[in-house]
Nanobody, 117 residues
Framework: QVQLVESGGGLVQAGGSLRLSCTAS????????MIWHRQAPGKQRELVAI???????SSADSVKGRFTISRDNARNTVYLQMNSLKPEDTAMYYC???????????WGQGTQVTVSS
């Protein structure tokens, strides 16, 4: 089973940028869905962005125009480029891999993003 490791989180001021990485233990070329989620304290988990093996990408309305998901199959890595960060983007960000959009998913351990105002 694939294992996922996220990295790139940290503390950044509002308006700043971060790039998160999710590196898999195996090839991701055939993994249909690579997805970034986030969860803030006391809130439900939120889907942030999706990358498909067919090359499609989409993002939630709350981050559209600011966040971009991309996939590098050669490096077995999915990225989340986050620009114009806002304090409300503060959350633990998780990477997930799955064959179906509804799951089940394999999850990483998460990386914390904190945006100060």
């Amino acid at each position: 089973q694939v294992q996922l490791v996220e990295s790139g989180g940290g503390l950044v001021q509002a308006g700043g940028s971060l790039r998160l990485s999710c590196t898999a233990s195996t090839s991701i070329e055939s993994i249909n869905f690579m997805i970034w989620h986030r969860q803030a304290p006391g809130k439900q988990r939120e889907l942030v962005a999706i990358s498909t093996s067919g090359g499609s990408a989409s993002s939630a309305d709350s981050v559209k125009g600011r966040f971009t998901i991309s996939r590098d199959n050669a490096r077995n890595t999915v990225y989340l480029q986050m620009n114009s960060l806002k304090p409300e983007d503060t959350a633990m960000y998780y990477c997930a891999a799955g064959r179906e959009i509804v799951g089940p998913f394999t999850w990483g351990q998460g990386t914390q993003v904190t945006v100060s105002s």
